[in-house]
């Protein structure tokens, strides 16, 4: 089995987008969402908040492993980010521009998404043909 492979352009079945992937997928943004309502109601800090998520993106990136799938380098370097901040903020280091930063990476994110699906471009036909620059009849 060739683990250096991109599941989206892959043909091999381990790593075929489906229930191996979904399912891992699925479970980690669960149990984030469980964590992050835990965090919110028990009014905890928020150090030990980012340190719980890091936790479950870590924990779902060694998952993929052991079910034979390749881990995604942007879910290690979010776990790594979440694990940082979180520990910098348990120690009392004033933090001011880490929520912007999550924020900016987000929005990066989302944007490169949409970007990359071709979601931002219109997928109607232009009312001018591009080779004459005058209006199509």
Known sequence: MDNDCNEETCKQPSCAPGPRTTTVTRAAVGI?????????????????????????????????????????????????????????????ASLPPAPYLLMLGGCALLLSLLVRRGLLESERPSAFDPGSGSPRT
């Open 32 to 92: 984030a969402l469980i964590w992050l309502g835990i965090v919110w109601v028990a009014d905890v800090a928020v150090g030990i908040g980012l340190l719980g998520v890091a936790s479950i993106v870590l924990a779902d990136q060694l998952l993929r492993v052991r079910r034979g799938l390749k881990p995604k380098s942007f879910g290690l370097g979010l776990g790594l980010v979440f694990a940082t901040v979180g520990g910098l903020s348990l120690a009392g």
